[in-house]
């Protein structure tokens, strides 16, 4: 997938003044100059003008550049289109709309309809000398919240200075996963994930004009990871995409769902609508549809599955032939390299929900109530007997009364035990033709454990008890990642406070980059507090079924094996 960028023609025009230059399709500059303007640049579709005048002084920013044609009309619940071009240049200075969504439920619905738009924070060193690899960050919120213009590229494009930043939209809730009632020989309820690889496509297309060499790496966090899980597993997306980094949500058993379950899920929503038909549908009004998709009292758990994703994508034996899961065990899916992981506490995410009011009780839950959860959950009592032992309340630190127990059992079901299994398989794949022992060899996999507790943590999980008792929850790692993030009503990320965590922050963001850039973490931006991050299986104990990952912590990160293998086995049974 290297592209080879052709030369570049700056040019002095009455219009558009001496101070910028126009670049062609799939061309770098070599204009330094243009650090501190306006530059304009040419994708397939016509010319962008971007702002190069961001803080960090070496990066540039291109926004709301529309991937694909608006998804309205007759275009509703219909794969992405190509764009259409313009004419003149187009503004894109500023972030675009996100799609429409229930960030509050209390509220109105945020966003439009036409929402299908990218964003792009490019070094000026990838504009003047080209090669450079891109990240495309899709974005999390179950399927139903979220959008990629929450996420800001600069810090991380500026600390690596040869990697490109993208962010998405796609498609959410009942517009991006709303099966017809006829297939019509073609995939349904995955418009969502199409406009995702819409997005890949784009950028294969184009990236070679912010100075890409065609080598991308896609990153995601909870619902965006597990897409991942699911274009690793899709024929459509083979070839799309040349390694995969997945943030707490590799291949749990909620990325997708059945047909049935989906059909179902229609039939709910003609009901809600007052709707017969999909003519109906079609003319149903927007914002009034978002608000009843994003009614959790009809599509809180429509699959059947405890916290399985109220919208998600289909298995529909076109996109997907199976579960992720499943096609996973059967060697279905593309051996690429990976990064993933999970944060220490993930299941205090998962407190408030309306259907667990044992661990609503929080710090107050006694050991019967802990018995009583897990009875919940398991099938039968010689399950709940040996989950008892496992998360017996003293026998870890991290389970140091019923509540934390009970959160961690959670927290390892929902995102732990799912990731440890997915990286266990990728692990064992070997390249076609390569001798058994090679495994890993062809598509190294790296695995981490975010632990650091933030300083000023983004949220809690409303337990009763304290601020703060969310501990290292789901999504934490995120401000990290990104070296702090803008504030957004579903997700009010704190600030980073202090030498140390901006130095972890900075170490985080180097081994992401380094990966989008090589697929090895350990090569390129090093910190004081970098340390070499292992790939699973170069040092695991087989005897000992221990498996290696980077606990990333502060005073410094530190390389462990077997952790929650004990608890993962018995879960995974």
Avoid at 69 to 74: E, N, Y
Avoid at 75 to 88: E, F
Avoid at 466 to 492: K, T
């Amino acid at each position: 997938h290297h592209l080879h960028p052709t030369p570049w023609f700056p040019f002095s025009n009455p219009r558009l003044g001496p101070a910028r230059a126009i670049l062609p399709l799939g061309a770098p500059t070599a204009c330094a100059k243009l650090t501190r303007m306006e530059t304009l640049l040419r994708v397939q579709q016509g010319l962008l003008r971007g702002n190069c005048s961001l803080p960090q002084g070496d990066v540039c920013f291109f926004g709301a550049i529309p991937f694909a044609s608006p998804p309205i009309g007759t275009l509703r619940w219909q794969p992405p289109q190509l764009p259409s071009p313009w004419t003149g240049e187009r503004d894109a200075t500023r972030l675009g709309p996100q799609c429409l969504q229930m960030e509050d439920p209390d509220s109105p619905p945020l966003g439009v309809e036409s929402c299908l738009f990218l964003n792009v924070w490019t070094p000026t060193a990838c504009l003047e000398q080209g090669g450079c690899a891109t990240m495309l960050w899709i974005h999390g919120g179950g399927y139903t919240i979220g959008s990629g213009i929450n996420y800001d590229g600069a810090a991380d494009a500026s600390l690596a200075a040869d990697v490109i930043v993208v962010t998405t939209n796609y498609r959410l809730h009942a517009f991006g996963f709303l099966v017809d009632s006829v297939s019509h020989g073609e995939s349904t309820g995955n418009f969502g994930l199409q406009d995702q690889r819409e997005a890949m496509r784009w950028l294969r297309t184009n990236v070679a004009s912010f100075g890409g060499n065609g080598r991308l790496t896609i990153v995601g966090e909870s619902a965006g990871a597990s897409s991942i899980s699911c274009h690793l597993c899709a024929p459509a997306s083979r070839g799309l995409f040349s390694a995969a980094a997945m943030e707490s949500g590799a291949f749990p058993f909620w990325s997708a769902r059945s047909l049935a379950a989906a059909r179902k899920q229609r039939e709910t929503l003609l009901h809600a609508t007052g709707c017969s038909d999909q003519a109906c549908l079609l003319a149903f009004d927007a914002a009034n549809l978002t608000t009843i998709a994003g009614d959790g009292r009809l599509f809180g758990n429509t699959s059947g599955k405890l916290y399985a994703a109220s919208w998600a994508p289909t298995v529909d034996g076109m996109e997907l032939a199976a579960q992720p899961t499943e096609l996973l065990v059967r060697n279905e899916c593309a051996r690429v390299p990976l990064l993933l992981g999970v944060n220490r506490d993930e299941g205090t995410s998962s407190a408030n929900a309306p259907s667990e009011p044992l661990l609503q009780r929080g710090f107050n839950m006694s050991g019967a109530e802990l018995r009583a959860f897990l009875d919940s959950w398991l099938p039968n009592q010689t399950a709940v007997a040996r989950a008892s032992q496992l998360y017996a309340v003293g026998s870890s630190p991290l389970y140091s009364s019923p509540y934390w127990a009970a959160v961690h059992f959670l927290g390892d079901v929902l995102f732990t035990c799912p990731a440890l299994h997915a990286a266990r398989q990728f692990d064992a794949l070997t390249a076609p033709g390569a001798a058994p022992t090679d495994r890993g060899a062809a598509a190294p996999v790296f695995l981490y454990w975010f632990d650091h507790p933030p300083r000023d943590p983004p949220f809690d999980a409303d337990v009763p008890g304290f601020n703060g008792s969310a501990g290292v929850s789901h999504a934490f790692e995120m401000q990290f990642v990104w070296q702090g993030l803008p504030q957004s009503l579903w997700a009010p990320y704190g600030a980073l406070v202090g030498a140390e965590e901006y130095l972890l922050s900075r170490t985080i963001a180097a081994y992401w980059t380094n990966f989008v850039r090589s697929a090895d973490p350990n090569v390129g931006t090093r910190t004081s507090m970098t340390r070499d991050w292992p790939r699973v299986g170069s040092n695991d104990s087989v005897s000992a079924g221990g498996i290696s990952a980077l606990e990333l912590r502060l005073p410094t990160p530190s390389v462990v094996s077997g952790r929650a293998e004990a608890q993962c086995a018995f879960i995974d049974q």
